[in-house]
């Protein structure tokens, strides 16, 4: 009975902590120190990365934080990438689709990150 007041107790703050703003990455690798990569965006509500992607039945925040390893700050000042090396990447979307192409596109051009969108395309081919 104590474990499970725990994981209550857990899911309900982890879901307290991504109202607040923050999208965990959902995966991680082993390849750098940082083993995810870090969205800081202007965008503030997280319901507008629920939509799918493309035509896939799978959410745009779910495309970034699983399949690109990569946290989401919502509410930030800018758009911005940060690599798992440190690098900055400003972006240029506005809305969270186009967002999401362009993060895919900027990842997919990575030494690691090129592995990613490989078996993402493999994954959703017939999609």
């Known amino acids: 009975m104590r474990n499970v007041i725990l994981i209550i107790a857990i899911l309900l703050s982890f879901n307290s902590y991504c109202q607040e703003g923050h999208l965990p990455a959902l995966r991680y690798s082993d390849s750098f120190s940082k083993p995810y990569r870090v969205l800081n965006t202007a965008i503030s509500d997280k319901s507008l990365f629920d939509q799918y992607y493309n035509d896939t039945n799978l959410t745009l925040d779910y495309v970034i934080r699983y ?22 990447f400003n ?28 078996d993402f395309k493999k994954l959703n081919k017939n999609k």
């Open 67 to 88: 399949h690109f390893y990569t946290s989401i700050n919502l509410n930030s000042d800018q758009n911005e990438l940060i690599s798992m090396d440190g690098t900055k």
């Open 91 to 118: 972006l240029s979307s506005k809305n969270a689709k186009d967002l999401t192409d362009e993060i895919i596109s900027l990842v997919s051009k990575m030494y690691i990150g090129r592995k990613e969108f490989i």
